[in-house]
């Protein structure tokens, strides 16, 4: 049985219609593959690149937690230095003052007439039993006084 030249050529054609259609449905499977495969890798790009920036910004985090901390401690320090060195500041200032208090006193204290000794005429007079003497300054002249107090040092 001899086949038609026209039905072989229309077979051939057929043929090459559905060649066509394969060609085209396994191209359009192969695009489908590939732009899955695509987003795919997009996917798990954008997912690594998110972790990488959540890791940066833990990391920036703790440094910038740990800068904080560290800054929390040396202002903490520095006040508790400025609050030593004020009580030492006080406590000096303190002592200071009692020092100069008592060299004032003692000053005073060498222009208060002794137990031998009396203020007559505004003149410091020096009593030793029964003896009067003018008592005499670094100048060598009379010092004088106004009632227990001399003008000036009698020690």
């Known amino acids: 049985m001899a086949v038609p030249l026209s039905w072989k050529v229309g077979g051939a054609v057929v043929g090459l ?3 066509a ?3 085209h449905g396994c191209s359009l499977y192969l695009a489908a593959r590939h732009a899955d495969e695509l987003t795919l890798d997009v996917a798990r790009n954008a997912a690594l690149e998110e972790q990488q920036a ?3 910004a833990q990391q920036r985090s703790a440094r910038l937690a740990a800068t904080l901390q560290r800054q929390r401690e040396d202002l903490a320090n520095t006040h508790r230095q400025i609050g030593e060195e004020a009580a030492q500041y ?3 200032q303190a002592r200071r003052e009692e020092r100069q208090r008592e060299e004032a006193l003692r ?3 060498s222009y208060r007439l002794g137990p031998g000794q009396q203020c007559a005429d505004g003149m410091v007079i ?3 039993g029964s003896s009067f003497s003018l008592a005499l300054g670094k100048s060598g002249q009379p010092i004088r006084c106004t009632g227990d107090t ?3 040092p009698l020690r």
Do not use: D, G, T
Request: hydrophobic residues 55%.
């Open 54 to 56: 959540r890791a940066e």
């Open 150 to 152: 001399a003008a000036e």
């Open 21 to 23: 259609f394969a060609w």
């Open 126 to 128: 020096n009593r030793s």
């Open 107 to 109: 000053v005073k204290a």
């Open 17 to 19: 219609v559905i060649a």
């Open 90 to 92: 006080q406590v000096e």
